[in-house]
């Protein structure tokens, strides 16, 4: 028995034959021992779902109960659309942590602007070139820097010592 | 759109950091400086007596243009010296003054000479001459 006869079977099982193919078949399962068995199993199946399939029924009307759910989900889509509802305090924090935050930052940029030095500004060059002023008319000040061991030497001498004590000059910045 | 670069509470601990290292640097630049000046004896000749310098302020002192090549102690003295604050010191037959101008920086006033403000970092050294014969000043930061 091949797969078209055995749904000719279902289908005449289902009532959905024409009537002359349905005496075929008929006739065809009372020659055949095996279609006949087919067949019997078949019935068996149906009936046997038949009598499984649960048989609701519904207590109102068909198009009361649709109703009803439509008129559910209706009630529940505006809910979920509506944002939660934000306190003061949150509102508040919202704001005011960022605002404290820039409040904080500008602070601590004018702390450290009015409290670093006046020289910070200045590139540490300059900060380490020294300043020299002397205390005679007649004086003067040699400077040399050692930048690489930070070392500033400031030599003062006065014009007219220069000849009776030329051993206190360095010797190399005559 | 709920897309957030920076939270408000990393914002704050950002900016209270940012303070409190604001507050810690004006605070290192007002401490008081710890110093040390040395009256330092120059001559060609090995010392027989005397402290020879340190090897670091000797190696600092090499290295400029002066025509001695040793350098012994005559006498030392530590001071620590609070922002805008003086202090005067004698040293051999010399008169200064070491004023704190704050930021690690210092205003050395030798008495009959003159005035230098210059930056006094630890590691950096500022010399100048005396009124001794062939010895120089020699004033530092101490670690």
Known sequence: MNLEQQLKLQAFLDGELPEREAREILSWTQRDGVAAALLAELKNTRQAMAKSEPHLSLPEAREFFWSKIEREIQRREPVAAIAPEVTLFTALRRWLLPAVAVSALVIAGMIAHFNVPKTAGATVADADTPTVETTLANSDATTYRDASEGTTLVWFSVAADDSSVPSKTPAAIN | MNTKFFSATRLVCAALFFFLLAGASAHAADKPLKLEAQLILCSNDAPTNGRPVTPEIEKKLKRLPLKWQHYSVVSAQTFSVAKDESKPLVLGKSELAVKNLGGERVEVTL?????????????????????????????????
């Open chain 2, 111 to 143: 008495v009959g000479h003159g005035k230098i403000t210059q930056s006094l970092r630890k590691g950096q050294m500022l010399v100048t001459n005396s009124n001794d014969d062939a010895c120089l000043i020699v004033v530092r930061q101490l670690d």
